[in-house]
């Protein structure tokens, strides 16, 4: 039985990753210079994307569907973005800004996911894929939407941070480590590992000759 606590961070977590993917949706949606409803269905997918995708998986109705607690997050997410006038900041702060705010959603996301996996009791691999699919479904939608590659295919440790995060929180509930420490230091330690990846320009191994990929 998981522990009330637990369980309540964990909402919190979810208000985060909704938070946080609302804002990197309405970031971008105005870059590309969309219109407000263009930017507001770009924010929505981003920050529902994922979580439906991964109830699909688990064969449930997407909670997004009958509780309106996301709705209204986003809702009050791209009011306060508006009323902050976000979308008049500097390119250089407002490009920090979505990726610090794509980082959060990434990783909050990553251990929301896997936690619906442990619900579930799903091995590790079910617990890994349904907080990778979370974490990374909705800033897929968002890029294709804009006509962007995924960051997920080229972006600097994207998804193995969300994999990470995952396979972390799967040892710690096998080890009966879950606590309120635990599951922070786990947030924090994926969102600096994410952030440094970025800021130090760090990459996984790419296969091929650069000739070939120019080609």
Not at 15 to 36: E, N, P, W
Not at 73 to 99: D, M, S
Not at 115 to 125: E, H, I, K, S, T
């Amino acid at each position: 039985m998981i522990d009330p606590s637990r369980f309540a961070l964990m909402e919190w977590f979810a208000v985060i990753g909704t938070i946080a993917f609302t804002l990197s949706g309405y970031l971008l949606g105005v870059r590309k210079h969309l219109d407000l409803l263009g930017i507001t269905i770009v924010a929505l997918l981003t920050a529902i994307g994922g979580g439906v995708i991964r109830d699909v998986l688990v064969s449930r109705v997407p909670v997004v569907f009958y509780e309106y607690n996301a709705l209204a997050v986003i809702a009050g997410t791209l009011f306060c973005a508006w009323a902050l006038r976000l979308h008049r900041r500097e390119n250089t702060t407002f490009g920090r800004l979505f990726i610090v705010a794509d980082s959060i959603g990434l990783v909050a996301f990553s251990m929301t996911g896997a936690q619906v996996g442990l619900m579930f009791d799903l091995n590790a691999f079910g617990v890994v894929l349904l907080g990778f699919v979370t974490a990374v479904g909705g800033g897929v939608v968002r890029d294709m939407m804009v006509n962007d590659i995924p960051f997920i295919l080229h972006e600097d440790f994207y998804g193995t941070v969300s994999i990470l995060v995952a396979a972390g929180l799967f040892i710690l509930d096998q080890g009966a480590w879950v606590n309120v420490v635990s599951l922070h230091l786990l947030f924090a330690g994926g969102l600096a590992i994410r952030l440094l990846a970025h800021w130090q320009e760090l990459a996984l191994p790419k296969l091929g000759r650069q000739s070939d990929a120019d080609a």
